[in-house]
């Protein structure tokens, strides 16, 4: 069985395919045969050795994939040999054609999706799904800010707020390119940050008021700015720093309480590793049935094999790619 490991923490270069044994599934759980593999910015962190501090190699890369159920352990409940699901496996381990998964970490998507669509699903929709309604507790007829509009999690949270009633619904995004495909997917308006003052622009669409809503994941100036961009009662649910380079700790802005206080904003922060979406039944089911009632499709963006998962990871980290980015096994 082949399998991405990074045997030494660097750049794309680092991730080599190694012959390994095939897993077993443990008693409770089950093994999956992988058709697509989903790409993330933490997947990228983690491969510089940067996702904790007592990381230590060999690094196996990938939190979340879709397949096919080829096997069960004895006390295995609730899948059955066959199905099509997803995991979110935070384990990490997922860059590979076969995989073992906790009862914990396997999910059923929205009806009808490809495999593609599964393995592009859940780390996207459920994470902006849970910033916007967990965290921000955000309302029809708000107007909501997404930071990297035109990226895997963007896209899914332009998507969810439109189709919630959110008005204006913003992005943002590096170029006119970007922002014109992020007007396509349904958002009222994009700032193109290359060139345009986001607080600015901002004000202009919404009478001065300022945004009800943000989801952040840039770091850096544009969260600086998206703070600024805040209304009074406004909401800002930050979900990473990907303009950070490796000493992220000591290059994000620290936020002061009476900052909070004088302008009356409210600061979350969400890293879907903490959420365990299987234990949350319920509200997994809500954001299915809301994506099945709204017809919403995650954007699958560029695709490579397993073998030139390298090549992906200099795409991500290039700026060069729009919304999910997969290796096919």
């Not at 990938?62 to 935070?90: M, Q, W």
């Not at 990490?92 to 592009?120: M, N, Q, T, W």
């Not at 770091?219 to 930050?238: I, K, Y």
Request: with cysteine; proline share 5%; glycine share 12%.
């Amino acid at each position: 069985m082949r399998q991405i490991v990074v045997e030494a923490f660097g750049g794309p270069e680092a991730l080599v395919l190694r012959e390994v044994p095939e897993p077993k599934p443990a008693e409770d759980g089950w093994l999956l045969e992988t058709r697509a593999i989903g790409v993330n910015f933490a997947d990228v962190v983690g491969r510089r050795g940067r996702y904790t501090k007592d990381a230590r190699p060999p690094f196996y890369p990938g939190l979340e994939a879709s397949g096919v159920i080829v096997a069960a352990g004895p006390r295995a409940r609730g899948f059955e040999r066959g199905e099509r699901v997803l995991t979110l496996n935070f384990a990490g381990g997922c860059y590979a054609e076969r995989i073992a998964v906790g009862p914990g970490d396997v999910l059923r998507g929205p009806a009808g999706f490809s495999f593609e669509e599964l393995a592009a699903f859940a780390a996207t929709f459920g994470t902006a799904w849970y910033a916007m309604h967990e965290i921000a507790r955000a309302r029809s007829g708000e107007s909501a800010l997404v930071t990297a509009a035109a990226g895997a999690v963007g896209t899914a949270a332009i998507a969810l707020a439109a189709s919630h009633g959110l008005r204006p619904v913003v992005g943002a995004a590096g170029g006119a390119d970007k922002c014109a495909f992020v007007r396509e997917l349904g958002a009222d308006a994009c700032i193109d940050y290359t060139r345009q003052d986001l607080r600015a622009e901002v004000a202009a669409l919404t009478g001065g008021r300022g945004v009800d809503y943000v989801l952040e994941s840039v770091g850096g100036e544009a969260l600086e700015r998206a703070l600024e961009s805040l209304a009074p009662m406004g909401r800002l649910v930050t979900i990473g720093y990907s303009s950070v380079d490796d000493k992220h700790a000591d290059a994000i802005k620290r936020i002061h309480p009476i900052t909070l206080f004088q302008r009356s904003i409210s600061v979350g922060g969400l890293n879907v590793n903490n959420l365990r979406i299987a234990g949350r039944a319920a509200e997994w089911a809500r954001l299915v049935a809301h994506v099945e009632q709204h017809g919403l499709r995650p954007v699958v963006g560029q695709t490579w094999p397993l073998e030139q998962a390298a090549a992906a990871h200099a795409a991500l980290e290039g700026r060069k790619t729009r919304g999910k980015v997969l290796l096919i096994p």
